[in-house]
């Protein structure tokens, strides 16, 4: 069965300073795994997607992910946080199912950059 | 090229009342989907289409019905409004369905049932 898990609900970082958000799944098969940021009171935007080529996938912004199977893991990084990165984040797995595919978000991270 | 537009931005409903949100893609997408967005639980799928004249239930069906009758159009209908319906709703678009492709999310409704 599919799942997503993001293991921070709220990240504070500095401006200036790296970025983690972290994300777990799980997938019975080759998933594609999807980062979003929604800005306030805006839709979601993609940010990066892996789609079983590179691992390091690289995204807008600076951002990237690094797919890990060993580790169900897709965390998302950023070298050196911007006041303009403040917003939340939505790590997510599709999967094919029998007859079509399912889409899972996670329940979100929140970042704050603080000046 | 306006992507995905939602209207209206916001409205505020009585229990029992009705409402239509309306979805508008110019992308010529085949897929379209509604979620909704609560505090804490990220998008959850009410309702999706496959193309036009077609619809399929979500994960949160209940209380919901959409139609597309246009390629273009997606239009989900409140038929008897309860407070735990308020949440933010999203209507998104794909060009296909594989799953493995980005969807394109419109700015949202934000919908409060009192």
């Known amino acids: 069965a599919q799942s997503v898990t993001q293991l921070d609900s709220h990240v504070s970082v500095s401006e200036g300073t790296p970025v983690l958000l972290r994300c777990n799944y799980s997938?019975?098969?080759?998933?594609?795994l999807f980062w979003y940021v929604q800005h306030p009171n805006k839709g979601l935007q993609l940010l990066l997607k892996?789609?079983?080529?590179?691992?390091l996938v690289k995204g807008i912004n600076g951002f990237e992910a690094e797919f890990k199977k060993s580790e169900t893991s897709f965390h998302l990084t950023k070298p050196s946080a911007h006041m303009s990165d403040a917003a939340e984040y939505f790590c997510?797995?599709?999967?094919?199912?029998?007859?079509?595919?399912?889409?899972?978000f996670g329940a979100g991270t929140r970042l704050f950059v603080k000046a | 090229n306006a992507g995905v537009t939602q209207t209206p931005k916001f409205r505020v409903l009585k229990t029992g009342q009705s409402m239509t949100l309306l979805c508008a893609q110019d992308?010529?997408?085949?897929?379209m989907y509604w979620y909704r967005q609560d505090p804490g639980m990220g998008l959850r799928l009410i309702h999706y289409?496959?193309?036009?004249?077609?619809?399929a239930k979500g994960e949160v069906p209940d209380g919901y019905n959409v139609s597309r009758l246009k390629k273009q159009n997606f239009l989900l209908g409140l038929e008897s409004a309860a407070p735990s319906q308020t949440s933010v709703y999203f209507c998104?678009?794909?060009?296909?369905?594989?799953?493995?492709?980005?969807?394109?999310f419109g700015p949202g409704t934000r919908l409060t049932v009192t």
């Open positions: 998104a678009s794909s060009y296909t369905g594989t799953g493995h492709e980005e969807q394109y």
């Open positions: 997938s019975s098969y080759s998933p594609s």
């Open positions: 892996y789609t079983s080529a590179a691992t």
């Open positions: 997510v797995v599709s999967d094919e199912i029998t007859g079509g595919f399912k889409t899972i």
């Open positions: 992308m010529n997408h085949e897929y």
């Open positions: 289409s496959v193309g036009e004249g077609t619809t």
